[in-house]
């Protein structure tokens, strides 16, 4: 799901944008791989694929997941124009997600939750991540 539908979900505001920043190599690697989708779509550049996949690792080591936070900025705009930007800063993608599924689901296993579709932040308030190791947020006004 789009970050916009889940924040729009969440916060019933209808101007709301999303961005992950990206470094340059990484800037790089996802106009190569939006380029060459037309290729991916082959069989056999598929099964190419699938075959050099299988012999990668797992993940990032380690090391490299301690080294590479990952920041979200969203931006929304109100229907008088005034616009609010935040900026949040995470542990990398991998530890974020495990740290946050593993949060949630203590709190399920303790009946705190609703059933149905729910966000993090609908269930537990916006401050939620800022609960865990390691997130940060700067919030500002244009």
């Known amino acids: 799901m789009e970050p916009e539908v889940v924040a729009f979900r969440t916060t019933g505001i209808r101007n709301i944008e999303a961005y992950v920043e990206v470094n340059p ?9 939006a380029g060459l989708a037309w290729l991916v779509r082959n069989p056999l550049c598929q099964i190419a694929l699938q075959t050099q ?29 005034r616009t609010v930007c935040s900026r949040i800063v ?13 949060t949630i689901a203590g709190r399920v296993l303790r009946d705190q939750f609703r059933p149905g579709f729910q ?12 609960g865990l190791d390691g997130v940060s947020r700067e919030d500002a006004t244009a």
């Open 53 to 81: 996949a299988e012999r990668l690792p797992d993940g990032p080591s380690d090391g490299d997941r301690r080294q590479c936070p990952r920041t979200v900025v969203v931006e929304a705009e109100d229907r008088g124009g």
């Open 90 to 102: 995470t542990p990398e993608a991998y530890r974020f997600t495990a740290a946050t599924g593993l």
């Open 25 to 33: 190599a990484e800037r790089a690697t996802l106009r190569l791989a």
């Open 119 to 130: 966000t993090p932040a609908r269930t537990d308030g916006a401050d939620f991540v800022l």
